[in-house]
């Protein structure tokens, strides 16, 4: 007579804990990442241009938004404009900054902003508008 002990037994169910755990790490992997996915979050009304496109920026870029009510973004976190000189000087000068501005922002309001920039040594620029349709 033979006895079957513990270890020769066949498999009969299927452990699910493994596959729980690994689901969870991909969610959270998946909610991580998916803040840096979104682009341009602030809702502004962008100015509109004829010549306005979209052009993919390959170099390192920044994108600062001011809001209708003068806030300032960079890259959908509030700041000052001292905060946001602070935050510059630890940039690269190759550095290409997105401007985009609600379209009754005032003038002095963006020109405050790129001369925050420049004071930076950040000299490269990119003005986002959308397209008359």
Do not use: H
């Amino acid at each position: 007579m033979k006895l079957i002990d513990e270890d020769d037994r066949e498999i009969s169910e299927i452990n699910m804990t493994p596959f729980v755990d690994i689901i969870l790490v991909v969610l959270i992997i998946f909610l991580a990442t998916a803040t840096f996915i979104v682009e341009g979050k602030i809702p502004l009304k962008l100015p509109k241009a004829e010549t306005g496109e979209s052009k993919e920026i390959k170099q390192k870029k920044i994108v600062l938004s001011i809001k209708k009510d003068g806030s300032v973004y960079l890259n959908g976190e509030k700041i000052s404009i001292k905060t946001l000189r602070d935050r510059l000087k630890k940039l690269s000068k190759k550095t290409v900054v997105v401007l985009r501005a609600d379209k009754n922002v005032p003038f002095q309001k963006v020109i405050t902003v790129i001369d925050a920039c420049r004071s930076e040594g950040l000299e490269k620029y990119t003005i986002e508008t959308s397209k008359i349709e």
